[in-house]
């Protein structure tokens, strides 16, 4: 992101939220946060996990740093939900946090198309919809020639609406919420949460 203001990037791929209200934000793919869990697990049995059965059973792996504002945004809608998160070692390894899993010695968020090992399964939770938001970032005064049409065909290889004739909309709560923003300037309206890891089981992952 800071490149990105420094003029040194002219774009660059990320993960939301980001704290920054300056820049022209496209969002290219959403996808829901599920519950990672064993499939002989009682709460496998259920379409959606109640959010009582979590309290001090969901470990959050993610580095702080990496993304501090995704980090204090997840836990502050933990707080909000009565969640206190199990305390745990952070890890980028998805194969470690499944493993731990498996044994049985918690839970976890995972993205909903992630490829899980075997014996594992995801399910929503009631009552919430977090997200994690892959957008492309630019400054809003760039004016390299193939930048709109990079941004054009992004947008449709992951079949999200282009604002090219509104750059800096802000997507309103109705949108945010039918799960389809076109550009977001505010913290408040960013949903997502960690960085992407390699994923050869989802299409166009980065």
């Given at each position: 992101m800071q490149r990105v203001e420094e003029h040194r990037l002219d774009a660059a791929l990320l993960t939301l939220p980001i704290d920054h209200d300056d820049l022209q934000i496209q969002v290219l793919e959403r996808e829901p946060l599920r519950l990672c869990m064993r499939q002989d697990d009682p709460l496998a049995e259920m379409n959606?996990?109640?959010?009582?059965?979590?309290?001090?059973?969901?470990?959050?792996?993610?580095?702080?740093?990496?993304?501090?504002?995704?980090?204090?945004?997840?836990?502050?809608?933990?707080?909000?939900?009565?969640?206190?998160?199990?305390?745990?070692?952070?890890?980028?390894?998805?194969?470690?946090?499944?493993?731990?899993?498996?044994?049985?010695?918690?839970?976890?968020?995972?993205?909903?198309?992630r490829r899980l090992l075997s014996g594992l399964v995801a399910h929503p939770i009631a009552g919430v919809d977090w997200m994690i938001d892959s957008a492309l970032i630019s400054r809003k005064d760039n004016r390299h020639p193939a930048l709109p049409l990079l941004i054009r065909d992004l947008a449709e290889q992951f079949d999200q609406p282009h604002a090219a004739e509104n750059p800096c909309a802000r997507s309103s709560s109705s949108v945010r919420k039918a799960a389809s923003p076109v550009v977001a300037h505010s913290l408040g309206v960013q949903l997502g949460l960690f960085a992407r890891e390699e994923s050869t089981g989802n299409r166009g992952h980065r």
């Open positions: 959606e996990v109640p959010v009582a059965a979590l309290d001090g059973k969901l470990s959050l792996f993610a580095y702080p740093r990496h993304h501090p504002v995704a980090h204090a945004w997840l836990k502050e809608e933990l707080s909000k939900k009565g969640i206190t998160p199990r305390q745990s070692s952070s890890t980028l390894k998805m194969e470690h946090v499944q493993w731990l899993v498996q044994e049985g010695l918690c839970y976890s968020l995972v993205r909903e198309k």
